[in-house]
T-cell receptor, first 109, second 112 residues
């Protein structure tokens, strides 16, 4: 079983602060995906990282894939209330996808 | 473009009643299809996945079953619901060669 551990599990910050969410595994993945999910809705894909060491930016969000392709991070700059949600990382293995334990982010106005 | 539909959006059922949740995908052919269950605010538990019509793989022994009668249709069923079947059910698809999944809007199931 390829486990993906996310930290922190819960995060509550003030608007304008920066934060980093981590996704770690003991297994190598060909790629990792990050999703954001709002209550009562399905997860929405934010980004896929494929190459070890890759950095992708999506407005105020910066995603990095570890050199060994076992971990990834999501950094949010100047968080906004609209960033509130559950952040999930996921990695493919054959026909399956393994999901992280999730990070619940609350940005307080 | 591809779209994925799930229905119903919410469902309240008594213990012991049957269940049928449906998922359909548009705009793609021969997708891999998945059913997940999610506890409140937590990660996703894979229940079933399918790589083709009539091909179902089950990940967790449970009170549920899945079927894929058509290429882009995936159904989650139960003959008799248990209280523990309550949860948020998500359907997803991926291309057979891609490394990304796309999710439907989900079904909130409450068993009373």
């Amino acid at each position: 079983t390829q486990l993906l551990e996310q930290s922190p599990q819960f995060l509550s910050i003030q608007e304008g602060e920066n934060l980093t969410v981590y996704c770690n595994s003991s297994s190598v993945f060909s790629s990792l995906q990050w999703y954001r999910q709002e209550p009562g809705e399905g997860p929405v894909l934010l980004v896929t990282v494929v190459t070890g060491g890759e950095v992708k930016k999506l407005k105020r969000l910066t995603f990095q894939f570890g050199d060994a392709r076992k971990d990834s991070s999501l950094h949010i700059t100047a968080a906004q209330p609209g960033d509130t949600g559950l952040y999930l990382c996921a990695g493919p293995s054959g026909n399956q996808f393994y999901f992280g334990t999730g990070t619940s982010l609350t940005v307080i106005p | 473009s591809q779209t994925i539909h799930q229905w119903p959006a919410t469902l309240v059922q008594p213990v012991g009643s049957p269940l049928s949740l449906e998922c359909t995908v548009e705009g793609t052919s021969n997708p891999n299809l998945y059913w997940y269950r999610q506890a409140a605010g937590r990660g996703l538990q894979l229940l079933f996945y399918s790589v083709g019509i009539g091909q179902i793989s089950s990940e967790v022994p449970q009170n549920l079953s899945a079927s894929r009668p058509q290429d882009r249709q995936f159904i989650l069923s139960s003959k008799k619901l248990l209280l523990s079947d309550s949860g948020f059910y998500l359907c997803a698809w991926s291309s057979g060669t891609a490394d990304t999944q796309y999710f439907g809007p989900g079904t909130r199931l409450t068993v009373l």
